[in-house]
């Protein structure tokens, strides 16, 4: 079993910047690709980034790229999401994933989720 817990969301302004985290505990983690995904009310969940944990091969979804970074921190198991130039159309819950799949922009490929962090970005 692997439990992810999230935090960092609230609340900035238009082109802000805020940092997100993900802190993952459980055995096999090292074996596992670990992606943010958001979802706004009303909206379908949307892929926003991944990173391979042996490697740390990154991906992002078009909607993000270049705005926002994924990396990884080994020694405290976190994957962190820094987020810069946001726009209103990034205000959603943000979810941490994890599963045996790498890259993947599918939600039902990834097996462990954390309980999301809201991010509200406002004018």
């Known amino acids: 079993q692997v439990q992810l817990v999230e935090s960092g969301g609230g609340e900035v302004q238009v082109g802000g910047s805020l940092r997100l985290s993900c802190t993952a505990s459980g055995r096999g983690f090292e074996n596992y690709g670990v992606a943010w995904f958001r979802q706004a009310p009303e909206k379908q969940r949307e892929f926003v980034a991944a990173?391979?944990?042996?490697?740390?091969?990154?991906v992002y979804g078009d909607a993000v790229n270049n705005r926002f970074t994924i990396s990884k921190d080994d020694t405290k198991n976190t994957v962190s999401l820094q987020m810069t130039q946001l726009k209103p159309e990034d205000t959603a819950v943000y979810y941490c994933?994890?599963?045996?799949?790498?890259?993947?922009?599918?939600?039902?490929?990834?097996?462990?989720w954390g309980q999301g962090t809201r991010v509200t970005v406002t004018s």
């Open positions: 994933a994890a599963g045996s799949v790498y890259y993947s922009q599918k939600t039902e490929q990834y097996t462990y």
């Open positions: 990173i391979r944990i042996t490697g740390g091969a990154q």
